[in-house]
């Protein structure tokens, strides 16, 4: 198992980008009523795994009980046409994008991502010309203060694909569909958040100012009030 820079690196950019707390909420909210909604209306997370995991995302997000607990209401009975959507894209360099979209109009939501692509270098790709290099999973934090045995027994468990550390926490990636178990397989230990990620099975080099245009093209993306996620291939190495 690894020790790249992956989920650590975009955490980071989350926590001093989306100083716009609430339309990040925005974007959990219409995740929590999608989760209902394919759940056949089901409101109650201890039946309906995707709504478990929905609220899991929201809170590993700081997003307040309160917030949770009126998404969860206002999805109830709604007949909302809200779906999830993923458009895989390229950047220069060969740089690779998965992006989440949660929409009512997957006709707006693809000419919008398609527009800001193009405007920023990139374009925008047809069904698996992107998926087939990463891999869907579930990555799980844990603040550093925890005993690094522990964490590491914790990904066994739970059959971890790799695991990451940085100065201030571990990052066990694990696989997706056993995400809504993670407290199954936690015995006692505690964790900090638990999110979806696109993990990438093999990663291209960038030197920075490389890496720089693909992180703009994907703070751009991000901008855009119906995208949830993006997801890249990429990585600062090296200085040319």
């Known amino acids: 198992m690894s020790g790249h820079s992956k989920w650590s690196t975009i955490k980071r950019k989350k926590e001093t980008t989306d100083q716009a707390r609430a339309t990040v909420f925005s974007k959990l909210s219409r995740v929590i009523s999608i ?11 201890a039946g309906n795994i995707k709504l478990k995991i929905a609220i899991e995302r929201a809170r590993s997000a700081n997003m307040p009980k309160s917030n949770i ?7 109830k009975g709604k007949k909302e046409n809200l779906k ?22 997957p006709n707006r939501a693809i000419s919008t991502v398609k527009t800001t692509l193009e405007k920023s270098g990139g374009k925008l790709g047809s069904e698996h010309s992107a998926m087939y290099q990463f891999t869907k999973c579930a990555v799980v934090e844990f603040e550093k203060k925890v005993n690094e045995n522990d964490v590491y027994a914790f990904a066994d468990r739970a ?37 979806v990620f696109y ?11 490389e890496s720089d245009k693909i992180d703009t093209i994907v703070e751009k993306l991000e901008e855009l009030p119906e995208v949830d996620s993006v997801y890249t291939n990429h990585m600062l190495v090296y200085d040319k």
Do not use: C, W
Request: net charge negative.
């Open 159 to 195: 059959g971890g694909i790799d695991i990451e550390s940085n100065e201030d926490s571990y990052y066990v990636y694990i696989p997706f569909e056993k995400m809504g178990y993670v407290s199954d397989y936690l015995n006692g230990l505690e964790y900090k958040s638990v999110d």
């Open 199 to 209: 993990l990438p099975k093999v990663h291209i080099s960038l030197n920075s100012g």
């Open 69 to 75: 607990d009126r998404a969860i209401e206002e999805a």
């Open 84 to 105: 999830e959507v993923v458009y895989e894209g390229f950047g220069p360099f060969g740089a690779s994008l998965i992006i989440i979209v949660t929409t009512d109009n």
């Open 35 to 45: 989760a209902i909604t394919d759940g056949g209306g089901v409101a109650d997370p």
